[in-house]
């Protein structure tokens, strides 16, 4: 069972920037799409970044130019570095994997991100 770990979630003020990770537990790591989801209060859980085994990456219309997904398959972690960062962006945002051959996927347990001045 893939066990996914999120950090950097918090507050920033309009315009700043914010780094999540993402560590999952298993040496499988590069077998999976990556990706990141949000979901704000109210909403339904969205899409924002994903990166399959290499480097080709896949963005929301609304964080293309702003935010970067990127991988390290040595160290079974995704990032998601967020700049340019506006009130719209405050949600729970989610790691999640799905193994390209089992098509399982697991879910981490969410970091928030408030985007308020």
């Known amino acids: 069972q893939l066990q996914l770990m999120e950090s950097g979630g918090g507050w920033v003020q309009p315009g700043g920037s914010l780094r999540l990770s993402c560590t999952a537990s298993?040496?499988?790591?590069?077998?999976?799409?990556m990706g990141w989801f949000r979901q704000a209060p109210g909403q339904q859980r969205d899409m924002v970044a994903q990166?399959?085994?290499?480097?080709?990456?896949n963005y929301a219309n609304s964080v293309k130019g702003r935010f970067t997904i990127s991988r390290d398959n040595a160290k079974r972690t995704i990032f998601l570095q967020m700049n340019s960062l506006k009130p719209e962006d405050s949600a729970v945002y989610y790691c999640k994997a799905r193994h390209f051959d089992s098509g399982a996927e697991y879910w981490g347990q969410g970091t928030e991100v408030i985007v308020s001045s």
């Open positions: 990166i399959f085994s290499g480097t080709t990456t």
């Open positions: 298993e040496s499988d790591f590069s077998n999976f799409l």
